[in-house]
C-alpha cells in the first residue's frame, strides 16, 4: 500500500477509532493482499511508511467475497460488479483475507 | 461483514475501481469515508 494511503489510514482511525473501520478492496489478483492485510491489522511490513509499528487491527474483506457481495443491491451487483466477478478469482483472496480476520 | 462500520473502499485499476466498491457499499447502507483506486504498473 503506498505512504499517501497510509497516512490516509492513519488519520481516519484517529478521526473515527480503528475499532469502527472496516477496510475493503478490489484487488483484481491476489498477489499483494496478504501485504494490504497486513499493513492494516499488524502495521506496514516494509518498516517504512506511516503505518510501521502500528497495529490498527482493521478487518479486511474483499468486494467480490460472499460477506461483502451478498449485502449488494441485486440489480447493482450485476451492473457493476457481475464481469468482475467473472475474471477475477476470489477464493485465493478470501482464503487469504479470512485468516487474517481470524487473527484479529 | 459487519454493519455500521465506516469503510475505506481501496479499489485496483486492473481489479474492482475504488468508485465502484464505493458506490456498491453505499447503496448497502455502509458508510464510506475513502475511497481510492491503486493502480500497479
Excluded: W
Excluded at chain 1, 460472499?66 to 482464503?95: A, F
Aim: proline residues 6%.
Amino acid at each position: 500500500m503506498n505512504f499517501e494511503n497510509q497516512g490516509v489510514i492513519k488519520r481516519l482511525a484517529d478521526q473515527y477509532g480503528p475499532e469502527n473501520l472496516t477496510v475493503v478492496l478490489g484487488n483484481g489478483e491476489a498477489n499483494g493482499v496478504e501485504v494490504f492485510a497486513e499493513t492494516v491489522t499488524e502495521g506496514d511490513p516494509s518498516y517504512a511508511g506511516p503505518l510501521a509499528g502500528v497495529a490498527l487491527k482493521i478487518p479486511v474483506y474483499h468486494i467480490l467475497e460472499e460477506e461483502v457481495l451478498s449485502t449488494v443491491p441485486e440489480p447493482l451487483r450485476q451492473e457493476k460488479l457481475q464481469l468482475s466477478s467473472l475474471v477475477i478469482d476470489v477464493e485465493p483472496m478470501h482464503q487469504v483475507l479470512e485468516a487474517s480476520r481470524e487473527k484479529l | 461483514m459487519q454493519k455500521g462500520k465506516k469503510i475505506i473502499a481501496i479499489g485496483e485499476r486492473d481489479g474492482v475501481p475504488g468508485p465502484v466498491i464505493a458506490e456498491c457499499l453505499e447503496s448497502a447502507g455502509y458508510d464510506v469515508v475513502f475511497q481510492v483506486t491503486e493502480c500497479f504498473v
